[in-house]
T-cell receptor
Framework: DSGVTQTPKHLITATGQRVTLRCSPR?????VYWYQQSLDQGLQFLIQ???????AKGNILERFSAQQFPDLHSELNLSSLELGDSALYFC??????????????FGEGSRLTVL | GQQVMQIPQYQHVQEGEDFTTYCNSS?????IQWYKQRPGGHPVFLIQ?????EVKKQKRLTFQFGEAKKNSSLHITATQTTDVGTYFC???????????FGQGTELSVKP
C-alpha cells in the first residue's frame, strides 16, 4: 500500500460526458502528479501541483483540468469525453517540489472507459 | 523536446537469462528514476540515479547513468519469474520541472 488513495477505481461513461477523479496523497506529501496510461502511449505526464499551486504542465488537453485543495487532495476533471480518453489515470505524490525530484508514490489508478 | 526513449518495448526471456533495458534522452537529465509495474498494478519506485556515471546495484539488478547524463540502463542478472512486469525509466528535467517516463519495457519470463 503506497498510501495514495484514488477514487473511483473504475468508471464507465459515455462520450460527451464529464467525470471527476479524486486523489488523496500520502500523509505529509505536498506534491500531486497526474499521469495517463493508455496501451499504446505508456505513462503520459499531465500536470503537477505543489501545495495548491500548479508546478508543471505536460500534454494535458484543454478539456482536462485539475486542482489541489487546501487539504492537499487533488481532483482531475475530464470533460467532453471522447473514446480516446479511455485509459488508466494514475495519481502520484511526493514530498518534493519541482526543484528536486524524488521518489513518486503511485495510487492504484482510476480506470476510465468511455463508450 | 523533452522525451525519453526506451528500448526494447518487449523482451521475452527464459528463466535464468539476463535482461537489459535502455533509456535515452536527447537533452541532459537532472536525474533518472526507475520504476517497476507488475501486471495489473501500479508503478513502484526502484531507484534514483543522480551523478554522472553512477552505478547502483540492488541484488540482481544493476542500474547505470551515463557520463553525459543522457542515457541509462537497467540490467537484471539471471531473471526469475518474479521479475515479470514492465520496467520504466523516468527522466527529470530541471527546465520545466517535469518527470517524463519512457515507454517502458515489458519483461516476460518463461519458467
Amino acid at each position: 500500500d503506497s498510501g495514495v488513495t484514488q477514487t473511483p477505481k473504475h468508471l464507465i461513461t459515455a462520450t460527451g460526458q464529464r467525470v471527476t477523479l479524486r486523489c488523496s496523497p500520502r500523509s505529509g506529501d505536498l506534491s500531486v502528479y497526474w499521469y495517463q496510461q493508455s496501451l499504446d502511449q505508456g505513462l503520459q505526464f499531465l500536470i503537477q501541483y505543489y501545495n495548491g499551486e500548479e508546478r508543471a504542465k505536460g500534454n494535458i488537453l484543454e478539456r482536462f483540468s485539475a486542482q489541489q485543495f487546501p487539504d492537499l487532495h487533488s481532483e482531475l476533471n475530464l470533460s467532453s469525453l471522447e473514446l480516446g480518453d479511455s485509459a488508466l489515470y494514475f495519481c502520484a505524490s511526493s514530498v518534493w517540489d519541482r526543484v528536486f525530484s524524488g521518489e513518486l508514490f503511485f495510487g492504484e489508478g482510476s480506470r476510465l472507459t468511455v463508450l | 523536446g523533452q522525451q525519453v526513449m526506451q528500448i526494447p518495448q518487449y523482451q521475452h526471456v527464459q528463466e535464468g537469462e539476463d535482461f537489459t533495458t535502455y533509456c535515452n534522452s536527447s537533452t541532459t537529465l537532472s536525474n533518472i528514476q526507475w520504476y517497476k509495474q507488475r501486471p495489473g498494478g501500479h508503478p513502484v519506485f526502484l531507484i534514483q540515479l543522480v551523478k554522472s556515471g553512477e552505478v547502483k546495484k540492488q541484488k540482481r539488478l544493476t542500474f547505470q547513468f551515463g557520463e553525459a547524463k543522457k542515457n541509462s540502463s537497467l540490467h537484471i542478472t539471471a531473471t526469475q519469474t518474479t521479475d515479470v512486469g514492465t520496467y520504466f525509466c523516468a527522466g527529470f528535467y530541471n527546465q520545466g520541472g517535469k518527470l517524463i517516463f519512457g515507454q517502458g519495457t515489458e519483461l516476460s519470463v518463461k519458467p
